[in-house]
Nanobody, 127 residues
Framework: HVQLVESGGGSVQAGGSLRLSCATS????????MGWFRQAPGKEREGVAA???????DYADSVKGRFTISEDNAEKILYLRMNSLKPEDTAKYYC??????????????????????WGQGTQVTVS
């Protein structure tokens, strides 16, 4: 049973920083990729950042240079470091996990938000 649990959200002033965590368990496949998505009230869900099993990453243009996705393979935790936060970053942030045997699978899942498992989300509010 795969589980993803996000934490680290909160309220912060513009210009501040937060680090989100996503603890994973129950995933036993060799190939994977993970991503962070967000959804603000009244808006569609959008991709923020993603990481493939080989460490390659991709980011939405709106967060490039400000956010960093990383993972602790030993602890099976995904992170999202968010710096220089803006009010428009306010949203509920979700982590996601999927099977990604190759780069094309990674792109399909990341660009289409087609991940197999999702967390419950953590709220980030920037004022």
């Amino acid at each position: 049973h795969v589980q993803l649990v996000e934490s680290g959200g909160g309220s912060v002033q513009a210009g501040g920083s937060l680090r989100l965590s996503c603890a994973t368990s129950g995933y036993t496949y060799s190939y994977y990729c993970m991503g962070w998505f967000r959804q603000a009230p009244g808006k569609e869900r959008e991709g923020v950042a993603a990481i493939a099993g080989d460490g390659r990453t991709d980011y939405a243009d709106s967060v490039k240079g400000r956010f960093t996705i990383s993972e602790d393979n030993a602890e099976k935790i995904l992170y999202l470091r968010m710096n220089s936060l803006k009010p428009e970053d306010t949203a509920k942030y979700y982590c996601a996990l999927g099977r990604c045997p190759n780069w094309s699978a990674f792109l399909r899942r990341w660009q289409g938000a087609e991940f197999d498992w999702w967390g419950q989300g953590t709220q980030v509010t920037v004022s």
